[in-house]
């Protein structure tokens, strides 16, 4: 075939997009993954190139044996259907417009097609067997590609090697075109785009036999209702497994009956490995003779025993027999644990010693996004959500490289919204954002978008919540331990009888609707004082007296109205305790307090020192220089003033400083986006206001000149970066969850990283 044929060929089945150069679910792990130190002899199996499959089916062409012209034919077909791409969507001026777009199938497989071709290019496989009639399948059924396209990351960026084992599946299986057995089919594509290795022998399993057992095993009903349900993503981590298929078949045969359950088959582990440091004949489970030279199966883990990490595997591949997603990760000290979804549905940590924060995926395990496990819960959700996903990507694809910044920054606002779970696109912002490449998105365009979000945030803080809510706490003795009383509650205690208080910083303004305490076992106070911190000085609005206690039993409820004034920090101080039934020492104890209320924000100068413009040129510093010996004037009966806030900000009052008392008329305007919010006319000294502003502009009329020593602007202000967290944690199930915690904590560290020195 001549090149011009080929080229004529390619044009003729896609019709593509140039790409932004974040591929599909990228890793931004730096260095690669983590390494690991294994704590089982069966981990220490290490891979023999005698036993990896020479196959060329699967494995990536040999790059000195290709076609030294695809890269250049591919390009040039890029090129062309570009530029067509950008006539169709020439003209369009709203996210409306790119949002309706996308919702065209024919559109959105045009997208798609252009990831996946330029992920082949990009990362090094030149090229695809476009003539093959399975290969040109996938890549014209929306269903298909999107699936492929959203089902997380490739090791290695082998998406060629991706397309070229599902297209073999199909060649094998025709039913593997719809259902669940397309998404079977796409999950071993992704999953044995890299060799998948048996840790029973450290041979390759086959990518192509897994899937014709996991499709015999659905059609015979073998596994367990929650499999067919399952995403494709999901289904990697089934399919992915370490067992060999007599393995998992051996799973399925000798498991608990009580454990062959949804629900249960991860625990089984608990009940059918013995924690053994040492075998029946004396051997380390550190050295190589603990399994005596023999493989490492699920069966043979079950008959001699081991440590964390052979019980890990057995779980795994346990819950995996059923079609229940599981894998082992990484936790300090060499120590192996594992994760299974209960159902199908939830994430679980099992043989657990350092939480979701410190765990990491197993080497030999694909991941997408980053190394650690609670990207595993991020992208669930992201599954969950399925069509939120799918569009989010397809704006993201959209913004690489076919609009101008103003409407980039547009659509990935416009996709984190949808769905602040997709990691790539807080990446493709920190790119938009990042220091050494200034920002060149208008300014009322930033504000325009995020006022919406600063509003909805607004809306959210007034709404009655627990604001002492994992609240720092100060304490008389064990301060590290009373960190749980503004948590999930837990025991703090206090040995001193004569007295012991506690102190909860709200961290901002807060008014309190009703104060609650857990006391803890029977050592209730007979006296105490309730303090708030209100204006800076700790005032005492409550004692003893005014408590309603539930009983007088163990760990009781205390429950205190509230009081008035905006309260930032609020004291306990006890006296007169009970000793404990238990230990008889501790005299004061409590396992959580809970108050109840609304947040607020403390009400600054926002104008000080701030930029000023003025009808007089080279004036207005001195209207906002805090110095009441220097002032403004200005001859001119029509002037004005304004002043850049340096952030979108909620104003609640304006004061002009006039010298010799107010000149003419006033109005005095609140812009978000060179758009009035709010404005207020007449002879104006002092006004009360109820908006936002990113600039606040005075305008003057009616007198022969005016005088100002100040203008001061009260209120709060936000970054660009401050707005962005608040719509974070909004759009996840649990955002209290630890493992949630930990990725919105990582995502808020990218937005930290966001720099626009002209975004307000």
């Known amino acids: 075939m001549t090149l011009q044929a080929k080229k004529m060929t390619l044009v003729h089945w896609i019709s593509l997009v140039v790409v932004v150069n974040l591929g599909a679910a990228r890793n931004y792990d730096e260095g690669g993954r983590m390494p690991e130190t294994y704590d089982d002899s069966w981990l220490n199996v290490r891979v023999s190139p005698d036993k990896v499959s020479s196959d060329s089916r699967m494995q990536t062409s040999d790059p000195q044996t290709s076609d030294p012209d695809v890269d250049e034919e591919l390009a040039e077909a890029v090129d062309e259907v570009h530029q067509r791409i950008k006539d169709e969507i020439e003209g369009f001026t709203t996210v409306k417009d790119f949002k309706k777009y996308t919702r065209n199938s024919k559109n959105a497989l045009k997208l798609y097609k252009l990831e996946l071709l330029h992920n082949i290019i990009r990362y090094g496989e030149q090229t695809i067997e476009l003539q093959n009639q399975f290969v040109m399948w996938i890549l014209n059924n929306i269903n298909a590609l999107e699936t492929l396209l959203t089902s997380g990351d490739v090791e290695n960026d082998r998406w060629g090697e991706a397309v ?147 019980s890990s595997k057995f779980g795994s591949g346990m819950a995996q027999a059923f079609g229940i997603p599981a894998l082992p990760i990484s936790q300090p000290g060499g120590h192996t644990a594992f994760i299974w979804q209960k159902n199908g549905t939830d994430w679980h940590l099992a043989k657990d010693i350092s939480g979701w924060e410190k765990s990491t995926t197993h080497t030999g395990i694909q991941y997408s996004w980053k190394v650690a496990a609670p990207f595993f819960t991020m992208m669930t959700e992201a599954q969950l959500n399925s069509e939120a996903y799918r569009t989010s990507e397809k704006l993201r694809i959209l913004a690489g490289s076919f609009v101008n910044e103003d409407m980039q920054f547009q659509l990935l606002d416009e996709a984190t919204s949808l769905c602040p779970q997709n990691y790539d696109l807080w990446n493709h912002l920190d790119i938009l954002f990042w220091s050494g490449h200034p920002s060149r998105v208008d300014k009322n365009v930033l504000q325009k978008r995020m006022l919406p979000h600063l509003k909805e945030n607004e809306r959210e803080a007034e709404k009655e919540r627990n604001v002492a809510w994992k609240r720092p706490v100060r304490a008389s003795e064990a301060e590290e331990e009373a960190q749980v009383i503004s948590n999930e509650g837990g025991e703090w205690a206090a040995v001193d009888e004569d007295g012991a208080w506690v102190e909860i910083d709200l961290g901002a303004p807060c008014s309190v609707n009703y104060l609650k305490i857990h006391w803890w076992g029977t050592s209730y106070n007979n006296d105490y004082d309730i303090l708030a911190e209100i204006d800076g000085k700790y005032v005492k609005v409550k004692s003893r007296e005014d408590e309603l206690r539930e009983d007088e039993s163990y760990n009781a409820w205390g429950v205190l109205e509230g009081w008035e004034g905006l309260t930032t920090k609020v004291k306990l101080e006890m006296r007169n305790g009970s000793v404990d039934p238990w230990y008889g020492k501790y005299y004061y104890g409590i396992r959580q307090i809970v108050i109840m209320g609304q947040g607020d924000r403390v009400k600054e100068d926002i104008s000080l020192s701030r930029p000023v413009v003025t009808s007089v040129e080279g004036s207005g510093w001195e209207l906002v220089d805090g110095d009441e010996s220097t002032h403004w004037s200005s001859k001119s009966k029509n002037s004005w003033i304004t002043i850049d806030l340096e952030g979108l900000c909620r104003v609640s009052e304006v004061v002009i400083d006039w010298m010799g008392g107010i000149q003419g008329k006033q109005r005095v305007q609140l812009l978000v986006g060179g758009k009035v919010q709010e404005e207020k006319r007449g002879k104006l000294e002092r006004v009360e206001m109820e908006g936002h502003a990113a600039d606040l502009k005075v305008m003057l009329k009616g007198s022969k000149k005016y005088e100002i020593r100040e203008i001061t602007v009260r209120g709060h202000c936000y970054s660009l970066s401050d707005i962005f967290k608040f719509k974070v944690p909004r759009g996840f199930a649990v955002p209290d969850a630890s493992y949630t915690a930990y990725v919105i904590n990582d995502i808020n560290g990218v937005i930290d990283g966001f720099e626009c020195e002209n975004c307000f």
């Open 164 to 310: 070229r084992i599902v297209a073999q599946i199909l060649e094998q299986d025709r039913k593997a075109k719809q259902g669940w057995k397309l998404k079977l089919a796409i999950a071993i594509g992704l999953t044995f785009s890299t060799p998948v290795i048996s840790t029973a022998d450290g041979s390759e399993i086959d990518g192509l036999a897994r899937y014709h057992s996991y499709a015999k095993w659905g059609d015979e009903g073998l596994l367990f209702d929650a499999f067919y349900r399952l995403s494709a993503w999901q289904m990697r981590y089934v399919v992915g497994s370490w067992a060999k298929d007599e393995e998992l078949i051996w799973a399925r045969e000798n498991v608990l009956e009580e454990f062959r359950d949804p629900n249960k088959i991860g625990s089984v582990t608990h009940s059918m490995v013995e924690l053994k440091l040492f075998n029946d004949d004396g051997i380390s489970a550190f050295e190589s003779g603990y399994y005596y030279g023999k493989p490492v199966t699920l069966e043979w883990i079950h008959t001699i025993g081991g440590l964390s990490g052979a």
